[in-house]
């Protein structure tokens, strides 16, 4: 019969690799990681909690992103040529600023005193180059929560991480578009779970008055008053401040690195039931780790983005309102898990919630990969500070215990799935942010250690074969469909979809910003089309040759795509070109391409592409 349609997105990627490739890409050597954004289209994720976040799950936006995955492996994979691998690290200043510092203060003092700071600096690059030393590409990783762009944004765009990597591919891929040209610069993530990049610290905003403290909190208008700012006049110009401090400093480390890796390659992986793990923590006594659940202070939000309800961080104590319409909606939490969480109030008992589908996964991918003298840990969810700096430590150790000395041990951050945060035990017991959203317990970074140590040990003794695989994954069938409906596109009467509701200007000077309103159809429609490369360009006109030549598309830095919703199918599409200042005088135009979706009467409905142009404008210098 028929495969009913499963949805674990990882297991999607690797069952297309393996249909592919055979066994040359399989669950332990592929890592599926993200540069991580707060813009980025939801919906995509099994677990029940995230479906209801994102309105349901949409079908559509998985098969595209497994689709584009499964799309650049195979690149990757067509490109590979032999080359060198350079390693090189250092630090970053001026981008971070730790969000729960009062958490980072219940750490022991003996081990803050071995740090200068209570965020991680240091970033490490990875330099690719063939054996003629023609640059292939980066990796890098560091430590910062790409929240630069605030929860007021919504545009679909990278962060400051995704802007570091824009500019390094740009002056890389000289003459290409963004995301076209063969040099990959990838920012991936570290233990960011208690760093921000709004360095000028949370204040009240309608006072002005300082909030840096344990509830995040003002006299006036609590918790959702309290917010952090970037060092920017705006979330765009912060983003670009800050992502363009990282770019210039991996740009110093990449054209420094001397340091050649060189070595054995190897991989392990792990599933484990997260909600069950037993902790030694001494030679005689144990822990254990718990279902999943989220506590009070998680709908508090952070000082880079407040909760929508009146919770503050740091509450260590449940609320009878909330507990009682937690109750007769979702039933009670057991004594069990209450215990477990301790002293965590338990606002979401999500580990005993199973309908339609378990709201949390128990089961979790450990992974490592080591290149040489690197070791790679794939963690799924996101590790405050000290959490990283200890799983690091305890990883170098076991290598150093069979003779593996000098391992470079770097925290890859959320990898493969998603578990919200891991503090350690001591920030655990503040309950802030990332405490309540630990959602294993008290003892999940603990569990960690264990497992990646465990993981390190196979590696560094060769019996990786050995590891079992774990319990596999859930395959969950029919998700809970989106609940936003599919509506038939409409243009307004004596007009067509893509015609110029507001043209361009005859002239801009450089700086200003060229836009154009055109008759719009949701552009949800486009993601059905795996062909669909933009929803805009920027063209210029090159008289030598009479054409127009492409200088943006929808990926640029300088280009926006704006679509307003009216009614009963309605819609216009704004585009802007805010132009840069070294944009060449000349003639330009801007064009639209959509798809807007059409139903006839009783008949199934279709999606048919359309295009438009703008007049052409002139750009000026002065």
Known sequence: GASAKTFEWRSNVLNRLQSKYGSLYRQDNVILSGTHTHSGPGGYFQYTVFVIASEGFSNRTFEYMVTGIVKSIEMAHKNMKPGKIFINKGNVEGVQINRSPSSYLWNPPSERARYSSNTDKEMIILKMVDLNGVDLGLISWFAIHPVSMNNTN????????????????????????????????????SNLGDVSPNILGPHCVNTGDSCDNANSSCPIGGSSMCIAMGPGHDMFNSTQIIGG???????????????????????AHQWVNMSNVTVWLNSTHTAQTCKPALGYSFAAGTIDGFGSLNFTQGTTVGDPFWDTLRDQLLGKPSEEIKRCHKPKPILLHTGELTKPHPWHPDIVDVQMITVGSLAIIAIPGEFTTMSGRRLREAVQAEFATYGMQNMTAVISGLCNVYTHYITTFEEYQAQRYEAASTIYGPHTLSAYIQLFRALAKAIATDTVANLSRGPEPPYFKQLIASLIPNIVDRAPLGRNFGDVLQPAKPAYRVGEVAEVIFVGANPKNSAENQTHQTFLTVEKYEATSATWRIV???????????????????????????????????????RYFGHHRKQDFLKPAVILPFESTSSAFEVVTS
């Open 154 to 189: 919504h545009l679909v765009n990278s962060d400051n991480m995704g802007y570091a990597s824009y500019l390094f591919e740009q002056e890389k891929n000289k003459g290409y578009l963004p995301g076209q040209g063969p040099y990959v610069a990838a920012f991936a993530s």
């Open 552 to 590: 943006h598309n929808d990926a640029s830095w300088e280009t926006r795509f704006y679509w307003h919703k009216g009614l009963l199918g309605h819609s216009n599409a704004t585009i802007q070109w805010h132009i840069p200042g070294t944009a060449q005088p000349g003639i330009y135009r801007m």
């Open 245 to 267: 401090i990282i770019y210039q400093r991996a740009k110093e480390l990449y054209a420094s690195a001397s340091q050649e890796l060189t070595g054995p390659l190897a991989a």
